[in-house]
Structures are given as C-alpha cells and as structure tokens.
C-alpha cells in the first residue's frame, strides 16, 4: 500500500473536520452532516481498489 493514501486520507478529514466546524457554527446543521458523508464517500472510492485487493489476495490464500 502506497503511503501517499494515507496523507491524502489525512488531509480530507482534517478539510472535512474544519468544515464541519465552520458551517455548525454558521448554524448550517444540514450541509455539515452533508459534508461529512460526502468526504466519507470520497475516501471509500479511493480504498475500494484496496479492498478488492485484499480480498484477491486472501481468495488466492485460502484458494476459495
């Protein structure tokens, strides 16, 4: 796994936490929880290729 994942995860919650941060206390509830989830799918689309690998990987192991 490139390391280069990780910082790029790291970077979009630290933006979606100041985010969060910024439209709750704009009084803007509903785009902060809309954020949030939206950040969140981002970062699963950039695993989903990881996760298909590492069940590659434990079906050639366990040769299911």
Known sequence: ?????????????????????????????EQAMMTTLAGLVVVLFWLIQYISELFNTMETIFNL
């Open 1 to 29: 796994m490139d390391i280069q994942i990780i910082f790029k995860i790291a970077a979009t919650g630290i933006l979606v936490a100041v985010l969060n941060q910024v439209l709750i206390r704009a009084g803007r509830e």
